[in-house]
């Protein structure tokens, strides 16, 4: 059987003594192996040993995609919903279905059920967030064990329901920001190694040929989800404006932005700043104060600065 016949899935949203009702494997010497059976659960101990392993992903064959969907689905909805689950499991939870959305929709942007996935995702982030505040603290100040892109994306994701919220978008507004944030670089997961590593070099320090290649990475899947009529116009525009700003100095060269573009593409910035140059959420305010003065609304600016005080960021 190929790999292609195997779907990773985040070991955190297959909990412990939770019974499955599809095989779950493992990957071990070039092998995938069961590793729980249809009917049964992972016993607490061998899950937390896993854990300390530093082991992060289950695999699914895609014929049970749609049972691991409902099993994902059930164990949300049950974990948000329960009065007993920390804030802390349910964190876990919601970030665990949302790096694994972001995840598969890098492997295959075109997937219909991988953005359903991510759709989902977003909602629950909502969710999560709205009725659990502290939620917003706990995902911005931990590193995801998916890398910096997905670390960036959360980050990205959970600042903008919250400041758009605070900036009066509607329900609908958030639903697409929301999503669009979750999935707004991965395009550069896409690509070859190479203009992935782009990333990591702060906009300043990139060679010409680099920002090229850089500006190119939204390009190619937002042509690919265009082509899908399952994908809002509203959640794609989004993603292909991440990189604007005022002056128009962004690879679309854009001068106007609406306000849920202008909301993306501050905290796009602003969080690729504390992730490219690892500084800290005071730092990097900073120097987007300084830096980005004129590239967005000064009003903007000032509000997010506000916000992240109220959300004790800073």
């Known amino acids: 059987m190929s790999d292609r016949s195997y779907t990773p899935v985040r070991i955190t949203t297959i909990k412990a003594e939770r019974v499955v009702s599809f095989p779950v494997y493992i990957f071990f010497k070039d092998q995938y192996l069961e590793y729980v059976q249809p009917g049964s659960s992972i016993e607490k101990e061998k899950y937390q040993k896993l854990r300390k392993q530093k082991i992060t992903?289950?695999?699914?064959?895609?014929?049970?995609?749609?049972?691991?969907?409902?099993?994902?689905?059930?164990?949300?909805?049950?974990?948000?919903?329960?009065?007993?689950?920390?804030?802390?499991?349910?964190?876990?939870?919601?970030?665990?279905?949302s790096e694994t959305a972001i995840e598969r929709l890098s492997d295959d942007p075109a997937s219909e059920a991988s953005f359903d996935l991510t759709r989902k995702a977003s909602k629950n982030l909502q969710k999560l967030?709205?009725?659990?505040?502290?939620?917003?603290?706990?995902i911005f100040s931990q590193d995801s064990e998916s890398g910096p892109i997905i670390s960036h994306s959360m980050n990205v994701c959970v600042l903008s329901i919250k400041f758009g919220k605070k900036k009066k978008l509607s329900d609908e507004q958030i639903d697409y920001l929301s999503t669009a944030a979750l999935m707004h670089d991965i395009g550069l997961m896409e690509?070859?190694?190479q203009v992935a590593k782009l990333f990591d070099v702060p906009k300043s320090e990139f060679q010409p040929q680099q920002k090229i290649e850089y500006n190119d990475h939204c390009k190619g899947v937002v042509t690919l989800l265009s082509e899908r009529p399952y994908i809002n116009k509203a959640v794609i525009d989004l993603i292909e404006s991440h990189e604007e700003n005022l002056q128009g100095s962004g690879p679309l060269k854009m001068k106007k932005l609406t306000p849920s573009q202008e909301i993306l593409s501050l905290i796009n910035t602003y969080d690729k700043k504390c992730v490219t140059q690892k500084i800290g959420p005071a730092e990097a305010l900073k120097e987007l104060m300084i830096d980005e003065l004129g590239n967005y609304n000064l009003n903007l600016l000032n509000e997010f600065k506000g916000f992240l005080k109220e959300e004790k960021l800073i």
């Open 57 to 97: 992903k289950f695999f699914i064959k895609e014929a049970d995609e749609l049972s691991y969907q409902d099993f994902l689905d059930s164990f949300i909805e049950e974990t948000l919903n329960s009065s007993t689950s920390t804030v802390e499991e349910k964190t876990e939870a919601v970030t665990g279905m």
């Open 129 to 138: 967030i709205f009725e659990n505040p502290e939620s917003l603290a706990n």
């Open 191 to 193: 690509r070859d190694k």
